[in-house]
Antibody
Framework: HVQLVESGGGVVQPGGSLRLSCAASGFTFSNHGMHWVRQAPGKGLEWVGLIRFDGTIEKYADSVRGRFSISRDNSKNTLLLQMITLTAEDTAVYYC??????????WGPGTLVTVSS | QSALTQPASVSGSPGQSITISCAGTSSDIGTVYNYISWYQQHPGTAPKLLIYGVYKRPSGVSTRFAGSRSGNTASLTISGLQAEDEADYYCYSYTTTSTYVFGTGTKVTVL
């Protein structure tokens, strides 16, 4: 069955950088677009961005464009989220999710990123 | 990329039906695309796909959940409300800028 597992979360100082990973298994990773979604403590879901199945197209939310970068390694079934210039507003649980025709079919359990001095 | 508008909370008694609205614009909910989905999230867990393609249910999702759309507003109806339906619900839509947007979220309480 589909399994997505995020890693790389932790505490980072304001202005710092962090890279999150998402290990995928149980499906043909290279056939699916992948998304990142985040959820600040006690808040709703926020779409962060996506990468096309072949890695040729990326799209981002206005709130992270220019600071976050999504990439993927289809040979390793891995999705990445590089985050720079982090602020307290980026504190959230970050989820990776598998897309299937405009919907998020499967989600990982999430990894917590805390931006604090 | 403004969030879609949902009521903050909706409540109902067991067995009743409730409807959650999701108001958007002609650039998201109201587009010709049918990429509208709904997610259920229980506390401390990842969201779960409930409805996709406006009204379709993934296998394993109860027929008590139904999706619809009228103009720029999508709706999720839960019939025969059960205690296990108490959760947060989010709508989600593709947009004309090839991005996606979530709704503000609705907390469902079973009285």
């Amino acid at each position: 069955h589909v399994q997505l597992v995020e890693s790389g979360g932790g505490v980072v100082q304001p202005g710092g950088s962090l890279r999150l990973s998402c290990a995928a298994s149980g499906f043909t990773f290279s056939n699916h677009g992948m998304h990142w979604v985040r959820q600040a403590p006690g808040k709703g879901l926020e779409w962060v961005g996506l990468i096309r199945f072949d890695g040729t197209i990326e799209k981002y939310a206005d709130s992270v464009r220019g600071r976050f970068s999504i990439s993927r390694d289809n040979s390793k079934n891995t999705l990445l989220l590089q985050m720079i210039t982090l602020t307290a507003e980026d504190t959230a649980v970050y989820y990776c999710a598998m897309e299937d025709v405009g919907r998020l079919d499967s989600w990982g359990p999430g990894t917590l990123v805390t931006v604090s001095s | 990329q403004s969030a879609l508008t949902q009521p903050a909370s909706v409540s109902g008694s067991p067995g009743q039906s409730i409807t959650i609205s999701c108001a958007g614009t002609s650039s998201d909910i109201g587009t010709v695309y049918n990429y509208i989905s709904w997610y259920q999230q229980h506390p401390g867990t990842a969201p779960k796909l409930l409805i996709y393609g406006v009204y379709k249910r993934p296998s394993g999702v109860s027929t008590r959940f139904a999706g619809s759309r009228s103009g720029n507003t999508a709706s999720l109806t839960i019939s025969g409300l059960q205690a296990e339906d108490e959760a947060d619900y989010y709508c989600y839509s593709y947009t004309t800028t090839s991005t996606y947007v979530f709704g503000t979220g609705t907390k469902v309480t079973v009285l």
